[in-house]
């Protein structure tokens, strides 16, 4: 693994925790909560990217970065991408605001998505 590509990893590593974090806070962030799903998939994508010598492009739109990669099994989850990318930019200003049952459906994508995405970069998942 190269140094960039562990940089993105670690990046997308804190963005988990946080998620993580926010789920259990009390009260709960939802808005964080789905933010930080888009970004840990955003900077796991763009490792794998990397890893692939594959340039990521500067954007937040994750079947983007996926088709990038042309794998089956991210192509089975474009929906799931598409819900993340969601969480991308608007979640983040006062007109948005995230559910408990978005906050969830969130974080169970984001755990499906990073399973696959750890895989490939040949990362145990520590928080099994």
Same mark, same amino acid.
């Given at each position: +693994?190269? @140094?960039?590509? @562990?940089?993105?990893?670690? &990046? ?6 946080? +998620?993580?974090?926010? /789920? ?5 962030? =939802?808005?964080?909560? #789905?933010?930080? /799903?888009?970004? #840990?998939?955003? &900077?796991?994508? &763009? /490792? ?9 492009? =500067? ?8 088709? *990038? *990669?042309? @794998? &089956?099994?991210?192509?089975? *989850? +474009?929906?799931?991408?598409? *819900?993340?990318? %969601? =969480?991308?930019?608007?979640?983040? =200003? ?6 408990? +049952?978005? /906050? ?5 994508? #984001? ?6 995405? %750890?895989?490939? %970069? ?7």
């Amino acid at each position: +693994m190269t @140094s960039e590509t @562990s940089n993105w990893w670690k &990046k997308s590593e804190g963005d988990y925790r946080t +998620m993580r974090r926010e /789920a259990i806070a009390d009260p709960p962030n =939802y808005d964080a909560v #789905c933010f930080h /799903a888009q970004q #840990c998939i955003e &900077k796991l994508l &763009k /490792a794998v990217l990397i890893e692939h010598n594959i340039p990521p492009p =500067y954007t937040h739109n994750l079947p983007l970065l996926a088709d *990038l *990669l042309e @794998s &089956k099994s991210l192509q089975a *989850l +474009m929906k799931d991408l598409e *819900l993340l990318s %969601l =969480y991308a930019v608007g979640i983040r =200003y006062p007109l948005e605001f995230a559910s408990k +049952m978005e /906050a969830e459906e969130a974080i169970e994508v #984001c755990i499906r998505i990073r399973k696959i995405l %750890l895989s490939n %970069l040949g990362i145990p998942d520590l928080f099994e």
